[in-house]
Nanobody, 115 residues
Framework: QVQLVESGGGLVQTGGSLRLSCAAS????????MAWYRQVPGKQRELVAR???????NYADSVKGRFTISRDNGKRMVHLQMTSLKPEDTAVYYC?????????WGQGTQVTVSS
C-alpha cells in the first residue's frame, strides 16, 4: 500500500524559505509522477509543482522562479524547495503520487507565511 509522509512545514516570515519533503513507501517510486498540491480552507486543492518519472517539471505560475521540485529515486523522496515565500503561499501542502489511474495522497503539512 502506498504511503506518503510529508514533513518540513512550519511558520516562516515573508521572504523566508522552507523545504518540504515527502517520503514514499509501498510503491515502485521511480515509475510514479510526483507532485505537490496545496489547499486553503474554502478553496480547491491546486497543483503547485510536478515532476515526472522522467524528471520533467512544471509549476504553477504563482510559484515559478521561487519554488523548485526535485526527487531522489534512491531515497524514495520528493522535495519542494520554497523561497521568497509570500503570505499567499500559506496553505496545507500535500504530496501526490500518480501512476496511470492510481493516485495517492499524503496527510499534508501546514505552511504559514506571516506578513
Amino acid at each position: 500500500q502506498v504511503q506518503l509522509v510529508e514533513s518540513g512545514g512550519g511558520l516562516v516570515q515573508t521572504g523566508g524559505s522552507l523545504r518540504l519533503s515527502c517520503a514514499a513507501s509501498g510503491m515502485s517510486f521511480s515509475v510514479y509522477d510526483m507532485a505537490w498540491y496545496r489547499q486553503v480552507p474554502g478553496k480547491q486543492r491546486e497543483l503547485v509543482a510536478r515532476i515526472t518519472r522522467g524528471f520533467s517539471t512544471n509549476y504553477a505560475d504563482s510559484v515559478k522562479g521561487r519554488f523548485t521540485i526535485s526527487r531522489d529515486n534512491g531515497k524514495r523522496m520528493v522535495h519542494l524547495q520554497m523561497t521568497s515565500l509570500k503570505p499567499e503561499d500559506t496553505a496545507v501542502y500535500y504530496c501526490n503520487a500518480i501512476f496511470y489511474q492510481t493516485t495517492s495522497w499524503g496527510q499534508g503539512t501546514q505552511v504559514t507565511v506571516s506578513s
